[in-house]
């Protein structure tokens, strides 16, 4: 297969530094905001912001229910922290009318890591990619609370007192880590996901 196309929902978040890593990787990437450019993607990437923004503005934009719809279809995805979130089939402490768009069997707990580690950084190792350990950058992040049988945990952190989190997961072509790598240098994850897309 050629360059894969895949596109970045725009609607809010970190949407430049995910088009730089995916282009750095080899991908031909398009920014999503309307539903005729989802049209000819081979893979779609959620970003890190804020999901209960991203929620409302794909309602807005009349995005949400052709998205919902190609998840449903199978189309490979990946979601990072805030992405992870709109992934989830399931979220605890959302807002009252917050809706995911689903397609990962996951229940998600919004902004897990409390206060103190409301933003930290630690070294997370990632199934499936080789070398060192990442650098793993946490802002107000999610952790996976609950996994379905056809799930696979990729990685995890230990919360101190609280034991051993779920921070990256993979079902199908489905992929969501809870950190966000786009905002470091290391590529591994988005390479990760090329090759996932590459492969569907
Ligand atoms: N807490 C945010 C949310 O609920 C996620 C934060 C992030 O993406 N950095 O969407």
């Not at 993979?170 to 090759?195: G, I, K, M, S």
Request: charged share 20%; glycine share 10%.
């Amino acid at each position: 297969m050629s360059a894969p196309t895949i596109g970045v929902l725009a609607l809010q978040g970190d949407v430049r530094e995910h088009l730089a890593a995916l282009t750095a990787c080899g991908a031909r990437v398009r920014a999503v905001r309307r539903p005729e450019e989802l049209h000819g993607l081979d893979g779609i990437v959620l970003p890190g912001g804020e999901s209960t923004t991203i929620d409302k503005l794909a309602r807005i934009f009349e995005v949400r229910d052709p998205l919902v719809a190609a998840l449903a279809a199978g189309l490979p995805a990946y979601g990072s922290c805030a992405g992870m979130i709109l992934l989830a089939d399931r979220v605890l402490d959302g807002t009252r009318d917050q809706q995911t768009f689903g397609s990962l069997d996951i229940t998600v707990r919004r902004n897990a890591f409390g206060r103190q580690t409301e933003s930290f950084e630690t070294d997370v190792h990632l199934e499936g990619v080789d070398g060192p350990p990442l650098h793993a950058v946490f802002i107000r992040a999610p952790w996976v609370e609950q996994a379905g049988p056809d799930v696979s945990v990729l990685g995890r952190v230990d919360v101190p007192g609280m034991g051993s989190k779920i921070v990256a997961v993979r079902q199908a072509n489905r992929f969501a880590t809870a950190f966000h790598p786009e905002v470091t240098d290391d590529l591994r994850v988005h390479q990760y996901f090329v090759d996932l897309v590459t492969a569907a």
